[in-house]
């Protein structure tokens, strides 16, 4: 794991290059979680790099939306009502179409066993709230120009 601030954050596979505003501009990303204040901010922070944010507050509104917004990444909270973050990266992992879109779970719990039931539903990166818009934007480089490979490599 790394530390970035007062955030631990995975350690993800190798970088690569860095996504100049225009790409970062194509790439769609939806945040999940059931706190109003958490998605405005991952929000603001997000389209101020450019990104186009979808907005869900829940998992099953999440998986509504996916299907018509097809995001190239996914950031969601653990903690939710009704289907909770485990459940929803499941769901999403399950799907053929959508099992290469990166998903990131975010929580403000850090524990071992948070970080490993995560891996066990799929997920690719887990970020510790509070988040900064540098921890996402590095997520959003991280992952995004990979899962818009896959997903135009499949259409």
């Known amino acids: 794991m790394l530390r970035k601030g007062s955030l631990l954050v995975s350690q993800v596979m190798p970088s690569q290059e860095k996504l100049s505003l225009i790409q970062l501009s194509t790439i769609k990303v939806m945040v999940i979680d059931d706190s109003n204040t958490i998605r405005r901010s991952a929000e603001i922070f997000l389209k101020a790099f450019g990104c186009e944010v979808f907005l869900a507050e829940d998992g099953f509104d999440a998986l509504a939306k996916i299907s018509n917004e097809h995001p190239d990444l996914i950031?969601?909270?653990?903690?939710?009502?009704?289907?909770?973050?485990?459940?929803?990266?499941?769901?999403?992992?399950?799907?053929?179409?959508?099992?290469?879109?990166?998903?990131?779970?975010?929580?403000?719990?850090?524990?071992?066993?948070?970080?490993?039931?995560?891996?066990?539903?799929?997920?690719?990166?887990?970020?510790?709230?509070?988040?900064?818009?540098?921890?996402?934007?590095?997520?959003?480089?991280?992952?995004?120009?990979?899962?818009?490979?896959?997903?135009?490599?499949?259409?």
Do not use: W
């Not at 990266?89 to 053929?96: G, V």
């Not at 990166?102 to 510790?128: C, E, N």
């Open 75 to 155: 950031f969601v909270d653990i903690m939710m009502p009704r289907l909770d973050g485990y459940q929803t990266c499941s769901l999403i992992k399950r799907n053929a179409r959508y099992k290469s879109t990166p998903v990131i779970m975010l929580s403000s719990k850090d524990g071992l066993f948070d970080r490993a039931r995560g891996r066990m539903v799929g997920s690719d990166q887990y970020l510790t709230k509070p988040f900064t818009q540098e921890t996402l934007m590095d997520a959003v480089q991280t992952y995004a120009l990979a899962s818009k490979s896959q997903q135009q490599d499949t259409e």
